[in-house]
Every structure is written in C-alpha cells, then in structure tokens.
C-alpha cells in the first residue's frame, strides 16, 4: 500500500514537476516518500507516523557516520534523498504551519507544470507565494549537511523568595565546521505534574547554550519532562533521567514516540527495578513498536509467572509483529507456551510461519517431523518459508539433503524472481553447500541490473571464495562459461 501510494504520487513530484538533475533528486523521491507516509497515517493512525519518522530519523543518522554530505547533493545516498528529505519535509510544516506549508507546495506545484525545477523553485514558492523567508531553514536542513546533537538537562528550582520553576539547559554539542552548524529550530518542552497537568513552551533555540524557564507558580511537583515531544525534529538528544522518571514517562506521555524513548532508556536498568512497569506499559500499549520492546526487555525472564502470562498474550496478539515479536525473543519455550508457539506454524503472517518453524525445531528437534508436516504446503513471499523448511529438512533428514539442495539451487535460477533467489542462496551459504550449477546461477545474479539480486550474489561469491576448495570449483565454473566484455568486467575477479 505505501509502495503504491509513493509512486502515484510521483505523478506530481517527478512527472508534474522534475528535477532538473541528480542534484535536486530529493525534490522528487523525498515528496513521494512524505506524502506516503501521510497517507499511510490516514490508515494506521498517528502511532503509525511516528515509527514511520522515526525509522527515516535513524537513516538519516546512520548516513551521517559515514559523510555529512547535504540532501541537495549528488552523493546524497538513499537515506538522504528518501527518508531524510521526508523528515525535512516533517519539519518545514511543522515550522511554516499547515495552512502555509499546503499554500507554498500549492504555489510551487502550479508556477512549474510539467517542468524542470531545481531546489531554490521550492524556496521561491515559501518567499514569492507567502512572503515567508525561510533561507535559515534550507540552508541547515537542505544545503548543508550532519545532524544536531542536543545534550539536555533540567532542575526544579526553588528560590530564597518562594519562586518555583523548571528550568532547561541544552547545549548543542555536534562538530561545529563548513558542513554543519549552530541549527535553529523552534523546540517545545513539556513539564508533567503528579497531578496530571502539564505546562508547555515553545522556543527557538539557536545558540550552543541555552537555558529554557517554565515557572510553577502553583508549586506543583515535577513528575517528568519532555524535550521536544513527539519527535518531530531529526537529532540525537542526550538526556539522562532518573528511573522514577522513566517509569512515568513510559506509562503516561500522550505520545507514543515518547513513551518508547523511556522504555529504550529503561534498558539499562535490572529487571527488578523495572519488571513492574514494564508489565502495566504492556497491558495499556497497543502499538507493536512498544510492545515488542518490552517483549525484547523480558524475555531473559521467562521463568517468571507474569512474564510468561504476557508471553503468552503476546502470541495471540491481534498484531503479527507483536507475535512474531513474542516468537523471537524467546530463548526458550516452557512447555506452557508450547500450544500459543505450535499454533503460530498456521498464523496468517509468512514471517511468523517462518520463524516459530525455525525457533520450534531448534527447541523441540523430536518434533520436527511434525512440524514440517504443518507447513509442507507454505511458501510465503519470496519463498521464504519454503526455503526455511527445506533449510531444516536438510538437518533432519540427511538421506534427502540433497534433495533439499537441489531444490534450492533451482530456487536460485532466473526462473524465479529476486527475493526467492536471495533467500534460497543465503540459506545454501548457511548450508556451505557449492557445486558448478548454484555457481552459475549466482554469476547471473551477479550480472543482473537490480542492485537487491546482485550485491547479495556478490556477498556470497566473496564468502565462498575465502575458502580453498570451493574457490576452486568457483574458479572453474567461471572459465568453462567463458564471459566476455562487461561481464568479464564484473565476474573476471573470480578467475583469478
């Protein structure tokens, strides 16, 4: 559904309007990937769009550890002109507001049919069709590259006059040079009461040290704060808070995006701290994200009566990531979890299908039999419970192992499509299983236009090769084939 709701709207952005080179792609690709997003979000609701930023947040830092090269550059890199473009795009309406930001895309789209546009179109649309200058905001966002790093810190204040208020201190802590710079971006901070109230500010914070005052003239005490809640703005913040603080948060931010942040943050506390809360956050969570967390911060406990009752819940859980979740986070399974992990063999999720397969024959290998007989007629998308049980018949019955093989390495061939072929080659390197016809179908692999089919057969060529034998056989079956021009070019390494 996302996938078809990108491209539908590059019906607008990248046919309507073009960009005029690599450079200014992201006015194409970023779009789409935005507006998906808010679509997606008309189905699956706010918590949805949260994750859905979140996981294009993370991207675009992880992009960073590598270069700081801008959005509007040909080095961009996917994470950059997909997922940190639509974040970009988050954070522009959420500067400019609603209305503006709908009129400038309005404005931009209309003054530039069927054209080719560069990124200044796209700010002349905010300065021409609102009277709105924004050059601060493509500038660090756009124009330059990195991300910010805040490190926060807050203290309730008393004064000698009877005067009460929160108080903030953000420092922004990011290499400061010619890539990246002081950001300045309106930022709110939120102060919960134990009575249940909050109070918010919004301000632009623009320098390296600021200092944030909320005052709390009625003396109410502090339950726990937010900075920046929701996440709109793509940053790392350093923020450490006491585990009192945590647990609140965890249970009572309005956020989703909130609440998993103090569940991530309650990692490095034991159990016995933390297994209360962690208990009642589940039963009032309803979004997989967080229950999954929660699962992955209980699963060493198993042994314990209320843990192992939400385990059980969870494999029955409405949502298949909560299930498939539940099924691979469990390093055993009790015997009394046994019937919820057998009947997810039949569950409605092909992933879930493949994982209780494979995590039931590795914790009940006398009922691998059975289990295989469960799932004999499952396929899944790209093969891939298919390809798992022929993966655990192989190990259980060594008389048919080649069988097995065989079958896989036909699953390698042109004759299927590429996601069948990747994880049917990736179950053969986990068998080390090579010979002339699976080496052949590989150098084709190798040779095809999609990236997502050629770099994984390169993977496992690279691997085979390390090894002696089988670089001999790899070796062999490249010069009997005889290649020539470019895909000499590309496989020659392996005849060496």
């Known amino acids: 559904m996302g996938v078809d709701a990108h491209e539908m709207t590059h019906q607008w952005f990248g046919d309507y309007v073009t960009a005029i080179d690599g450079k200014h792609n992201w ?137 009460e208020f929160t108080e903030f201190k953000v420092n922004q802590t990011h290499q400061i040079d010619e890539y990246t710079g002081v950001f300045k971006m309106p930022i709110a901070f939120q102060v919960f009461y134990k009575d249940g109230t909050n109070d918010t500010k919004k301000e632009w914070i623009d320098k390296q040290s600021q200092t944030v005052r909320i005052d709390n003239p009625n003396h109410k005490k502090v339950d726990f704060v937010l900075f920046e809640p929701g996440s709109i703005i793509l940053k790392t913040v350093n923020f450490k808070k006491s585990l009192e603080e945590l647990k609140a948060q965890a249970l009572k931010a309005p956020l989703m995006i909130d609440r998993y942040d103090a569940l991530l943050a309650l990692k490095s506390y034991s159990l016995d701290e933390k297994r209360e809360t962690l208990l009642n956050v589940f039963q009032k969570e309803t979004f997989q994200a967080t229950k999954s967390e929660i699962l992955s911060q209980l699963s060493s406990d198993i042994n314990n009566d209320n843990t192992l009752r939400l385990f059980n819940a969870a494999l029955k859980d409405n949502d298949a990531q909560v299930r498939l979740a539940a099924i691979q986070d469990l390093n055993e399974i009790p015997s009394k979890l046994l019937p919820g992990a057998e009947a997810l063999l ?23 039999s059975k289990y295989l007989d469960l799932t004999k007629d499952d396929y899944g998308i790209g093969y891939s419970v298919k390809v798992k049980w022929l993966e655990i018949k192989y190990f259980n019955d060594r008389s048919l192992k080649d069988n097995s093989c065989l079958q ?53 060529l690279d691997y085979y090769y390390k090894v002696n034998w089988m670089k001999t056989i790899i070796q062999k079956t490249y010069k009997d084939a005889h290649y020539t021009g470019w895909q000499k070019a590309v496989l020659d390494k392996y005849g060496k």
Request: no cysteine; glycine share 8%; aromatic share 16%.
């Open 27 to 163: 006015l194409q690709e970023s779009f789409a990937t935005y507006y998906s997003k808010i679509f997606m979000k008309t189905v699956y609701g706010e918590d949805y769009y949260e994750w859905s930023r979140r996981g294009e947040h993370n991207g675009a830092l992880n992009a960073s550890k590598s270069d700081k090269n801008p959005i509007v550059h040909t080095g961009a890199g996917g994470a950059r002109t997909y997922g940190k473009g639509s974040s970009v795009l988050d954070m522009l309406r959420y500067v400019a507001g609603d209305e503006q930001f709908k009129f400038a895309i309005n404005y931009y789209l209309n003054h530039h049919p069927y054209s080719n546009v560069e990124t200044n179109d796209l700010y002349r649309a905010f300065i021409d069709g609102m009277g709105l200058n924004y050059d601060w905001f493509f500038d660090e966002w756009l124009y330059k590259g990195g991300e910010p790093i805040y490190d926060v810190s807050y203290d309730a204040i008393t004064t000698g006059a009877g005067e």
């Open 346 to 368: 039949k569950d409605s999720s092909n992933a879930v299908v493949e994982n209780a397969l494979e995590k039931l024959s590795l914790k009940y290998p006398e009922n691998i």
């Open 408 to 460: 896989l390495v036909d699953y390698t061939s042109n004759a299927f499509e590429f996601r069948t072929r990747v994880n049917a080659m990736n179950a053969l390197q986990r068998l080390s299983y090579i010979e002339p016809s699976f080496v052949r179908n590989l150098f084709d692999a190798a040779l095809n236009p999609n990236t997502r089919l050629a770099n994984p057969a390169m993977s496992v």
